[in-house]
Each structure stands twice: as structure tokens, then as C-alpha cells.
């Protein structure tokens, strides 16, 4: 059924249901993981680049220190960044590996949603495992939605696995629950 799934694994709290649930189909289908975390500014708890704007190499403040001083800080902060997501994946390959299930893990810079996807054709995965965290309206449309392009843009099978929607969304949906179920 399965030889190769992908795990597109992220630094959320829910980034543990996304892998227990892979984990389990991989066991059950006797398939390779290949866990995969996109290094992204866009992802919650990414470094901040400097608020100084630059004109070719030359930040627009009038003392080049600070400027230089925030983008050192920037670059230590991307470094610590890049070592988190390395240990996150480390720590799900030997859980899975633990569990008998071959594993491999790669760590890629770039936009999440299309390196998913061109992972994904490049190692060959028959499917994608990929939390979904139920944004919708203007959260998705300002936010956009990684699960929603590989869905659309998947060179093979996608499970989504769907995560907690954010405690405001849950709040809203429990109080209209109760107002209407009553």
C-alpha cells in the first residue's frame, strides 16, 4: 500500500498528533517515514528579522551599528531556530526508529507549502501526512493554509490530521454549542 510517507512536522503542540498518527500508519502498512521540518519565517516562534529597512547593504538609521548589532542578533536567534527544529526531529526519528520503523528526517529552508509538495515527488512518497488547523475566512485567507495547497498540489495521497482549532475559535464554537444544544 505504503513504502514512503512523508511528515510534514512543525514546531506546534499538535506536532505530536501528526506523528502518532503517522507513525501508526506506517506500522501498519510496514512504510519508511521521512520526517520533514520547513525552515520558515512564517512558521509560529521564527526570529524577527531587524525592523531597520536596508538600501542595498546599508541599513537607513543613522548609527550602522545598531543596524548591524540587529542583524547579528537576527542570525544567532535563526541559528537556535534551525538547532530546535534538527532536536524535534531527532527526537520523533528515534521514537519511530524505537518503534521499528525505518526513519530518515531532513530539515529544509524554504515556503512550506511548495516544499512539502516538491519533497514529497522528490524522495517518491506514496502519501503526506499533514496537520490541518482549521483556520477559515480571513484567518485563511491572510494566513493561507499549508494543508490546503498540498492538498491541491500533492504528488500522492494526503492524510490530514486534524489539530485543535486555536482556544478562541474552540471558546466560540463551545458557548453557540450550548445556546443552541439547550
Not at 509538495?117 to 477559515?136: E, F, P, Q, T
Request: one cysteine or more; charged letters at 20%; glycine letters at 6%.
Amino acid at each position: 500500500m505504503f513504502n514512503k510517507i512523508l511528515v510534514a512536522i512543525d514546531r506546534s503542540p499538535t506536532n505530536k498528533t501528526v506523528f502518532q498518527e503517522a507513525l501508526l500508519l506506517a506500522k501498519a502498512t510496514q512504510a519508511q517515514l521521512v520526517l520533514l521540518h520547513v525552515l520558515s519565517g512564517e512558521e509560529e516562534g521564527s526570529p524577527i528579522m531587524s525592523l531597520y529597512p536596508t538600501v542595498g547593504d546599508h541599513y537607513m538609521h543613522l548609527d550602522p551599528k545598531i543596524g548591524r548589532m540587529a542583524q547579528e542578533m537576527y542570525h544567532r536567534q535563526w541559528k537556535v531556530f534551525e538547532a530546535d527544529g534538527l532536536e524535534i526531529l531527532r527526537s520523533f526519528a528515534k521514537k519511530a526508529i524505537a518503534a521499528g520503523v525505518t526513519t530518515e528526517f531532513s530539515q529544509i529552508t524554504g515556503h512550506p507549502s511548495s516544499t512539502i509538495c516538491d519533497l514529497a515527488k522528490l524522495c517518491h512518497a506514496d502519501a503526506i501526512v499533514i496537520g490541518r488547523r482549521g483556520y477559515s475566512g480571513l484567518k485563511e485567507i491572510f494566513l493561507g493554509s499549508v494543508s490546503n495547497y498540498v492538498v491541491h498540489h500533492a504528488p500522492c495521497s494526503v492524510l490530514l490530521v486534524q489539530t485543535p482549532i486555536e482556544q478562541k475559535q474552540e471558546s466560540s464554537l463551545e458557548n453557540l454549542e450550548s445556546t443552541t444544544c439547550s
